[in-house]
């Protein structure tokens, strides 16, 4: 079955890591896979692990989501979107810097995030959620850190710019899954099936998880494989340097539903690569036909 996929991956021209399973399928086994089981660096998926621990401490009373926080620009997380764009200091409660997380991948919003739930209290609930092969060891303030210390850059952009620059070559262990956050597709897989169905929060909370990642506003990897207005797709992406990635839910109109990782390693480091991107959503796509 994985043939197709590989076929996919190839004349995009990337490494691609995959994992799909139908979410309604009594029989677990049955599966889409491309070395499902390797870890690879999460980018901004590591965004949903920790959607889903700031969740489960939300559960058990460890935080309160309406509490609020204020960012200040001296000293948040920058990115592209969402509140590290903005001039002024910002606040908003818990709850709403998840959305704008999931919803626009806000960098800032998820390193605020992070702090509140922690490193080793959210490596605690991974643990109790089954995922054997998935680690956050730092947010995205974090990964800047990193690269610019690999890279000797003055600078986040400057750092950025070195791994999109295809003439130079990729600094030491900066693809490396031991350096950062990591997961497999297998068990973000596994992260989505118990999350739609209920296993891993209440019901409130398990509501405000498929409401938030069906917000995601980004249409370019995963959805780009079902451009019909009957299918659902629910995701979050991720993308540094040469990886792009996304996972999420599928829903087709008669209600089926797919849980689906996808991570790509692409050949050249330029920020747009919309051949890589549409190899996500064919990817998918096909998952979804060889399942059903």
């Known amino acids: 079955m994985s043939a197709?996929?590989?076929?996919?991956?190839?004349?995009?021209?990337?490494?691609?890591?995959m994992h799909a399973v139908a979410l309604d399928s009594p029989d677990s086994t049955v599966e889409v896979e491309v070395d499902a089981d390797t870890v690879v660096p999460m980018a901004s998926v590591y965004k949903v692990p920790l959607l889903a621990g700031f969740c489960r401490l939300v559960?058990?009373?460890e935080v309160d989501p309406r509490r609020q926080l204020t960012l200040d620009p001296s000293t948040r997380t920058p990115g592209p979107t969402g509140?590290?764009?903005l001039a002024d200091p910002v606040t908003m409660s818990l709850r709403d810097l998840a959305v704008s997380m999931?919803?626009?991948?806000?960098?800032?919003?998820?390193?605020?995030?992070?702090?509140v739930v922690g490193l080793q209290r959210l490596a605690e609930l991974l643990e109790s959620f089954g995922l054997k092969r998935t680690w956050v060891r730092r947010g995205t303030a974090g990964n800047?850190?990193?690269?610019?210390?690999?890279?000797?850059?003055?600078?986040?952009?400057?750092a950025l710019a070195v791994l999109a620059d295809n003439d130079r070559t990729d600094p030491v262990g900066v693809y490396e899954a031991a350096n950062g956050s990591a997961s497999s597709p297998r068990d973000l897989t596994t992260l989505l099936r118990r999350l739609w169905t209920g296993e891993l929060l209440s019901e409130e909370q398990t509501a405000f998880v498929r409401t938030t990642m069906h917000r995601q506003l980004f249409m370019h990897r995963l959805a780009s494989g079902f451009p019909h207005d009957g299918v659902r797709v629910a995701g979050k992406t991720g993308t540094f340097g040469a990886l792009r990635h996304e996972v999420g839910v599928v829903t087709l109109p008669g209600g089926a539903a797919y849980a689906i990782a996808v991570f790509t390693?692409?050949?050249r480091g330029d920020f747009r690569q919309p051949r890589v991107d549409?190899?996500?959503g064919e990817?998918?796509?096909?998952?979804?036909?060889?399942?059903?």
């Open 4 to 17: 197709r996929i590989r076929a996919v991956f190839e004349d995009a021209g990337v490494r691609g890591w």
């Open 83 to 85: 509140v590290s764009i």
């Open 278 to 280: 549409a190899a996500i």
């Open 283 to 292: 990817a998918a796509r096909v998952a979804v036909d060889l399942l059903r």
């Open 265 to 267: 390693l692409a050949a």
């Open 59 to 61: 559960d058990l009373g």
């Open 102 to 115: 999931m919803t626009v991948s806000d960098n800032a919003s998820a390193d605020a995030l992070l702090d």
């Open 144 to 158: 800047l850190r990193d690269l610019q210390r690999r890279t000797g850059a003055d600078d986040p952009d400057a």
